[in-house]
């Protein structure tokens, strides 16, 4: 296993603080909420993250999809591995989510708009149900400028693996590429899903409903996994000294993962972690988890299947907990009885 050099791993993406609370059927009808939804916030929701604060007891999580998985590399990796970027306002609400990371150990360098609140995720959770409801705020309002200033651009330097979650493709697109032309300029792991920047993909990881709408999108006329993960594994690559690998995860079922090379790209299935049904409390933000592991594996060096192992691994911890979040103390990552053949 190669050693790893600090902030190996730059992220970049949305940041949201993630405010998790017990309600009821009076607490969702008074926001006009449906009990198993997820929606962005209008203007008669901006009240719910205040009263979840205050007359509830919330968790609170620094989330974004990204967030959840630099929060996830950093959980398996050595203190000052992961670097994550975003945007938040000058606010309460982003004093929590510094903490919040700070718990986690994980370093994050937001821009701050001092115009524009903290981006918040309320969820209002009822029995089995959670109703998510999202306002994205400064979130929205990331700056190419931000990532061009000196002692940012050090960090995008410094790191050799880049991770960027699609959501941030709404949001400053010149970004996203600085750091596709970043990667494919010195040979540097880059990942993202859009057309737009496919021809820097090294890694691009879905689960098998996105993997299906792109295939509708994209006129495949195929549902089959494997040809979906084969096709995005195919598409011209800028920089042809990597490999491409397309990873679906399909919840409980095998992992599909397609690489590419000379012909046909190569097509590998790799079995999850059980867990009793009895066990799991939220399945929200295994993707993130496994995302978070895998590139943890990536940048320990490890080959293909140990990573895809140790994404597994990072999903089935999370779902035993509340919200995308990962069990303290830390627990040193177990490998699964059958990757002994996979070596590192």
């Not at 949201?16 to 916030?41: F, T």
């Not at 609400?93 to 718990?103: G, N, P, T």
């Not at 400064?138 to 790191?159: F, G």
């Not at 933000?285 to 594996?297: V, Y």
Request: proline share 5%; glycine share 10%.
């Amino acid at each position: 296993m190669a050693g790893v050099k600090e902030y190996a791993l730059l992220c970049l993406e949305n940041p949201l603080l993630d405010i998790q609370a017990q309600g009821d059927a009076k607490l969702l009808e008074k926001y006009g909420l449906k009990a198993n939804d997820a929606i962005l916030a209008e203007e008669k929701h901006l009240g719910l993250y205040e009263d979840l604060l205050t007359n509830y007891e919330a968790k609170l999580i620094a989330g974004g999809a990204a967030q959840n998985t630099a929060r996830g590399a950093q959980y398996i990796l050595p203190p000052k591995s992961v670097v994550y970027i975003g945007c938040v306002g000058k606010d309460k609400y982003a004093a929590i989510l510094q903490e919040a990371v700070a718990k986690a150990g994980l370093r994050v360098e937001y821009r701050v708009d001092e115009d524009v609140p903290t981006g918040r995720c309320g969820v209002v959770i009822t029995g089995h149900d959670r109703s998510m409801c999202t306002d994205l705020a400064a979130a929205n309002h990331y700056k190419i400028e931000h990532l061009r200033s000196p002692e940012i651009w050090a960090l995008v330097e410094q790191a050799s693996l880049y991770f960027v979650g699609g959501y941030h493709l709404t949001v400053c697109v010149p970004a996203v590429l600085a750091l596709a032309e970043e990667a494919a300029a010195k040979n540097k792991f880059f990942k993202e899903p859009l057309d737009q920047t496919a021809p820097y993909w090294d890694y691009v990881i879905g689960n098998e409903t996105e993997a299906i709408s792109y295939a509708d999108s994209h006129g495949l006329e195929t549902k089959d996994i494997a040809a979906i993960a084969r096709h995005l594994a195919a598409l011209p690559k800028k920089n042809a000294a990597r490999p491409r690998t397309a990873i679906i995860t399909q919840g409980t079922d095998p992992t599909v993962v397609a690489t590419s090379g000379e012909g046909e790209p190569t097509v590998q299935r790799f079995e999850v972690h059980a867990v009793d049904a009895s066990e799991i409390n939220d399945t929200n933000g295994a993707g993130d988890a496994f995302a978070g592991g895998f590139l943890a594996g990536v940048v320990e060096g490890r080959g293909l299947g140990r990573s895809v192992d140790m994404g597994h691994w990072l999903a089935q911890l999370s779902i035993r907990e509340l919200g995308p979040s990962y069990p303290f103390p830390k627990r040193a990552y177990a490998a699964s009885p059958s990757t002994a053949a996979w070596g590192n």
